[in-house]
């Protein structure tokens, strides 16, 4: 660890000392594959964030089909999220507004989704608003199994960042 990074990334400072059963904790709410977490648990400590986004780049790289499936199932649909869920609710804002039209087309288009391949739709949603979301699924609906998973992946490796973003912050 580099002697500015406690001073800098509280929460990664915290994250590399606590405990083993804290820190899988706390990479289960970032990502719910346990291959991704046991991984990025067995390379603390991290000297900085950034060698904490490659190693979570790395470790979602090598993740099979079985593990990212285990990492989607941690994900509720779009436009569903979690109840009492803050993490859920905050990502996808974008379809706190969205019309009951959109959010309708958005319901019946998941469920073909889930029918077609097996899961959840997976987008990495922060910042994006219903109608983007809505457009990406129509896209993506068509895609093969093989090419949709490459998504999902990029998908997950971008939703990872988004959240170890916030546990290094954290205080």
């Known amino acids: ?14 994250f590399n000392t606590s405990d083993e059963s804290a820190a899988t904790a706390e990479l289960h709410e970032v990502c719910a594959s346990s291959a991704w977490g046991s991984k990025i648990l067995a390379q ?10 490659e190693a979570s780049d790395a470790a979602m790289a090598e993740l099979t089909a079985e593990d990212l499936a285990e990492a989607m199932a ?3 649909p779009i436009g569903r999220p979690k109840p009492g869920d803050p993490t859920s609710s905050r990502e996808q804002r974008g379809m706190a507004g969205a019309s009951e039209e959109l959010k309708t087309q958005m319901l019946e288009l998941n469920l073909a989704y889930q029918e077609k391949f097996g899961h959840v739709f997976l987008i990495c949603a922060t910042g994006a608003t219903g109608e983007q979301m809505l457009a990406a699924l129509q896209e993506r609906i068509g895609n093969t199994a093989e090419r949709e998973r490459e998504i999902v992946r990029t998908e997950l490796g971008k939703i990872n ?9 954290a205080s």
């Open 44 to 53: 603390r400590p991290f000297a900085s964030s950034e060698s904490l986004f």
């Open 161 to 169: 960042r988004i959240r170890l973003t916030r546990l290094v912050e």
């Open 1 to 14: 660890m580099t002697s500015g990074t406690s001073a800098t990334e509280p929460g990664l400072t915290r």
């Open 74 to 76: 941690g994900h509720p």
